[in-house]
């Protein structure tokens, strides 16, 4: 066994000595983590949409347009844009281009006369071609602006008739005119609100207060990577783990590994040696992921031993599938491609990409059977929902078990290859 | 130092070796030559004890390799054919590696290293990290890591393949003072001018068994005096067969499509015959004549050159 642990740390030191590959694939979790808070992060923690920027073109240059970016920019609508008024279709492109813009509404010349003349009055709607969700999201909200629009202003007909026979006299309106104009759009805004309370029916939307904003996801960035880092941390590794045994079969191929075999060390020795290196390295990394979860993105480590008792269980499993993957491959390009099919199968049943919980309930179960599920999830549980080691004890066992039946299945067949 | 006796090993229904034996002792450099697929390969497996035989025994220093293997390899030095070394370590660290694996350790360690870096001439590289190290540098320090802790017995498998003859000569010279400290050394080698130089015995193994075996002169005189004569064009198998049956004169040692051996008693005087015989068969291209040689053997008795 000593002659095991001369390996393991030769091994190990050739990796600190030529880190690369692994350093290129540690920052794999990390970037995503980070470009996964800067995407969901703020949207996390309002428990809304990121709202999408509206470019607003006036070419009607009217009271009655120029009225119109508050009805956007106001109400229930204020969570859903971000407006910006545009120059002309030019800057509205050119914004397109650039990717800083969901839509462009446009005012077209004449709207107000239109409106007033009770003449069909449209507004332009041009969704940015190059993005998806925003504009639909825009085009939703306007299509609702012009429904309650149109309601208002068949409630306020009499009003706008006494406008329109003003404007067509061309002469200023009295104070009595003024007066009937303005009683007549309150009493169409009445008549039109009192819709709202129809038979007492309301729709009571309940958002977060000032305490549960504080400990959202987004404005508490460790709550959310609490959430996210464990996923992406257990996809990571699999790679990782897949880096490490590659430079077992390079050996291997190289004559690196018989050199070894034919010293009194002796096989059983050489294979124990992998298998130490590969499980501590890998676990080294998790350790040193965690780490970086706790200083940079503020995750708050609960209960370590569980963490621990987790990883070592998820370090034997990452790093028996690729042993075995070599252990049964007969070149390093055959074992790459099988590893990495395998990981980017596990990694989706597992949930590392698509939250499990999203899942359909089929493969929600099967998800915390995989063991990069289990392990994620049993680290969720931990870090998010402060679970005990006895409530995360399924999951553990899952892990466990997957860990030491590809590890046995990895160490029978690579005895058995370099016995034949 | 070694015995080997009657090993025997099948693949399958392929027999790699049919009960070969040889004996190697303290300071001899034994040849072991032989075409590919011949069973060399199965041969120097079982000396490493990477291979279980079926039958037979392997023994190095006194010591089973299949009961004791262990205990075997601790005495047992071997220099693979490709270069086995960390490329991003230096030549001392990959020595220390391999010096560890074998029980060495501190001071004994590190006085092995300097010794043997100072045998292959690689004392003022030892500390640079050796994927700098050119194909001559690297091949020494391959034979310095089997060498390192001083083994009773050396396998060395085609330690000099792809070098210029100046380097190839320093390493025949490495393996003569290997042998000279009291080494049983077998060398495997696809040059035969290499054996005769270098082994003091040569066993010729072909389809699992030694053919023949003896000192260089011992061979030679097994050989006989029949010269070899090699035609190369286009022939007809049956037809060259069939004609030379009746031509008792000529020897027929190797009959394709491409090519005919045969050794004869006296080429010069024999040639002219032959390539009007040879000219009814088909189209000779090429003449060569062969002396009587080790190489004439090894013809005689594989009917393939050893490149083959």
Redesign the interface.
């Known amino acids: 066994m000593p002659a095991a642990f001369t390996i393991a740390a030769h091994h190990i030191r050739r990796v600190i000595r030529n880190p690369g590959l692994i350093l290129l694939l540690l920052a794999i979790p990390l970037t995503l983590a980070v470009i996964e808070y800067a995407a969901f992060g703020r949207t996390a923690a309002a428990g809304t949409l990121p709202p999408a920027t509206v470019l607003f073109l006036d070419e009607d240059d009217t009271l009655l347009s120029s009225a119109l970016p508050q009805v956007f920019s106001g109400g229930p609508a204020k969570d859903f844009f971000e407006l910006s008024q545009v120059p002309d279709k030019a800057e509205a492109a050119r914004l397109f281009r650039r990717g800083q813009a969901a839509a462009l509404i446009v005012v077209p010349k004449g709207f107000q006369n239109a409106v007033l003349e009770g003449t069909r009055a449209e507004l332009g709607f041009y969704p940015n071609p190059v993005q998806s969700v925003g504009p639909e999201i825009a085009r939703s909200m306007i299509e609702m602006t012009a429904l309650i629009g149109n309601g208002l202003y068949a409630k306020a007909l009499d009003p706008i008739a006494q406008i329109r026979t003003l404007m067509q006299a061309n002469r200023e309106p009295t104070a009595d005119e003024v007066a009937a104009i303005s009683r007549g759009f309150f009493e169409a805004g009445r008549r039109f609100s009192s819709l709202q309370g129809l038979n007492g029916l309301t729709v009571g939307v309940k958002r977060p207060g000032a305490s549960a904003v504080k400990t959202g996801f987004g404005n508490e960035p460790g709550q959310f990577f609490a959430y996210v880092f464990p996923g992406l941390v257990v996809f990571g590794l699999l790679f990782i783990a897949q880096a490490l045994a590659m430079r077992l079969m390079r050996d291997r191929l190289r004559g690196l590994q018989r050199r070894l075999v034919i010293t009194p060390a002796g096989p059983t020795a050489v294979i124990m040696g992998g298998v130490i290196y590969t499980v501590v390295a890998l676990f080294a990394l998790l350790i040193f992921l965690a780490l970086i979860g706790a200083v940079v993105f503020r995750i708050q480590l609960r209960d370590p031993a569980s963490l621990i008792a987790i990883g070592a269980g998820f370090a034997i499993f990452a790093s028996g599938l690729h042993l075995l993957s070599m252990a049964l491959a007969t070149s390093d390009r055959g074992a790459g491609f099988v590893g990495s099919v395998i990981v980017l199968v596990l990694s989706l049943v597992g949930g590392s990409f698509v939250p499990a919980e999203q899942f359909p309930p089929f493969l929600r179960s099967l998800a915390v059977l995989v063991p990069n599920g289990a392990a994620q999830q049993g680290f969720i549980d931990i870090l998010v929902h402060n679970a005990s080691l006895a409530a995360v004890g399924g999951r553990l066992a899952i892990v466990w078990a997957w860990g030491l039946t590809v590890m046995g299945l990895a160490v029978y067949f690579e005895q058995r290859r370099l016995r034949s | 130092m070694i015995d080997v006796s009657g090993l025997r090993k099948k693949y399958g229904d392929i027999e790699a070796l049919k009960g070969v034996s040889f004996h190697v002792g303290a300071g001899e450099i034994y040849g072991l030559l032989g075409p590919n697929g011949a069973g060399k390969s199965t041969a120097i497996g079982i000396l490493?004890?990477?291979v279980?035989p079926d039958a037979g025994q392997a023994t190095l220093n006194g010591l089973d390799i299949s009961r004791k293997?262990?205990?075997a390899?601790?005495v047992?030095g071997?220099v693979?054919?490709?270069?086995?070394?960390?490329t991003?370590?230096s030549a001392r660290d990959n020595l220390a590696?391999?010096g560890?694996?074998?029980?060495l350790g501190g001071t004994g360690l590190s006085s092995a290293i300097d010794r043997v870096l100072a045998k292959v001439s690689l004392s003022d590289r030892a500390k640079e990290p050796i994927e700098g190290f050119s194909g001559g540098m690297l091949r020494r320090l391959n034979i310095a890591?089997g060498l390192l802790h001083d083994p009773k017995v050396v396998l060395m498998d085609e330690p000099t393949v792809g070098l210029d003859p100046q380097t190839r000569a320093s390493i025949l010279d490495l393996v003569r003072s290997v042998a000279a400290s009291g080494a049983a050394v077998v060398y495997t080698t696809h040059y035969l001018d290499e054996a005769e130089r270098l082994c003091d015995r040569i066993g010729i193994i072909d389809h699992g068994s030694i053919l023949a075996e003896g000192t260089l002169l011992e061979l030679r005189q097994a050989a006989g005096a029949r010269e070899i004569i090699a035609l190369r064009g286009l022939f007809t198998v049956d037809a060259v067969t069939r004609e030379m049956g009746s031509h008792p004169e000529y020897e027929l040692v190797k009959v394709s499509d491409s090519e005919l051996l045969l050794t004869v008693q006296h080429a010069e005087q024999q040639l002219a015959g032959l390539l009007a015989i040879a000219a009814t068969l088909g189209t000779v291209r090429e003449v060569a004549i062969r002396q009587p040689s080790l190489e004439s053997l090894f013809i005689k008795l594989t009917g393939r050159e050893l490149r083959e």
């Open positions: 490493c004890g990477l279980r293997p262990i205990d390899r601790r047992l071997v693979p054919q490709e270069v086995a070394l960390y991003e370590l590696f391999f560890r694996l074998y029980g890591a």
